[in-house]
């Protein structure tokens, strides 16, 4: 069971990895922001109407996250609007398994295997190592909004972990979170575009922002799952491997160089998350 969890947390590190490329490609972000809550508002919607309310005690979970990734996708799109995605990505997720690790000792009481926190480890210092390249500098403008969406990722990231276990039904919290978080993110982003109709002017742009939003919100179903079996910072950790899939879908469809300081960072996640199976 636990080798067909990671195998989940991995799909949903390649779906993450590919939502941000679309994100990263186009040319109006907060536009596209508003098509991904298209899906997660409908398939929100279904899910609090089939499945069972989520447990009492996870309520408080559930309002936490919603603003939490609010408050994520906006630094995200605020980072980005400045800073070269090889740097960005790489900043925020390479810190957020660090903090997770952190934050599940401290607030979940998860202690870590020594191969596994190495693994942890490791896994954050090649994700890391992507941000950094010769001859470039951080810009000081977007490198904070970067940090911050690392500190939100990780934040989030225990929160939901606690959250689905308390719910009773994980997919039942995660879809009243999806809604909380996107009716009021669809509604900010139409006013900023000038209305609802103004989002469908253009329906095959549409259709694809939506699926775009499929994909973001299948990926994140898949970690909510795994956070029950596995330790948060382990399934957080496997989960920034979608680092090392953005590395590859640049090459592959970017054009971006595969160099060697970005093959060792791949060595070394790699490395990070065979030790934390183990």
């Not at 993450?16 to 040319?27: E, I, R």
């Not at 800073?83 to 599940?104: E, K, N």
């Amino acid at each position: 069971m636990a080798s067909f969890v990671v195998l989940l947390v991995l799909v949903s590190a390649l779906m993450h990895a590919s939502w941000n490329a679309f994100l990263h490609l186009s040319g109006d972000r907060v536009w596209l922001l508003g098509m991904f809550s298209v899906p997660y508002v409908l398939v929100g919607a279904v899910g609090v109407c089939v499945l069972p309310l989520p447990a009492a005690a996870s309520w408080p979970y559930i309002a936490a996250s919603a603003l939490l990734e609010f408050a994520y996708c906006f630094a995200l799109i605020r980072a980005y609007r400045s800073g070269d995605f090889g740097q960005i990505y790489p900043i925020a997720r390479g810190l957020s398994p660090l903090l997770v690790f952190a934050g599940a000792l401290v607030f979940a009481h998860e202690e870590l295997h020594a191969f596994a926190a190495s693994g942890v480890v490791l896994v954050s210092l090649g994700i890391m190592s992507l941000a950094f390249r010769r001859g470039m500098r951080f810009s000081g403008e977007s490198v904070p909004w970067a940090l911050v969406t690392g500190v939100l990722i990780a934040t989030y990231s225990i929160v939901d972990g606690l959250g689905a276990r308390l719910a009773g039904n994980p997919l039942s919290y995660i879809m009243w979170v999806y809604l909380l978080w996107n009716v009021p993110q669809f509604v900010v982003v139409c006013k900023l575009r000038g209305g609802a109709a103004q989002m469908f002017v253009s329906k095959a742009n549409a259709v694809r922002g939506m699926l775009a939003g499929v994909l973001a919100l299948s990926a994140y179903c898949l970690v909510i799952e795994a956070f029950r079996y596995l330790p948060i910072a382990m399934v957080s950790a496997l989960r920034e491997m979608s680092s090392i899939f953005a590395v590859l879908i640049g090459w592959l469809f970017m054009r971006e160089k595969l160099t060697a300081r970005r093959m060792v960072a791949c060595v070394l996640v790699t490395c990070g998350a065979v030790l934390i199976r183990m």
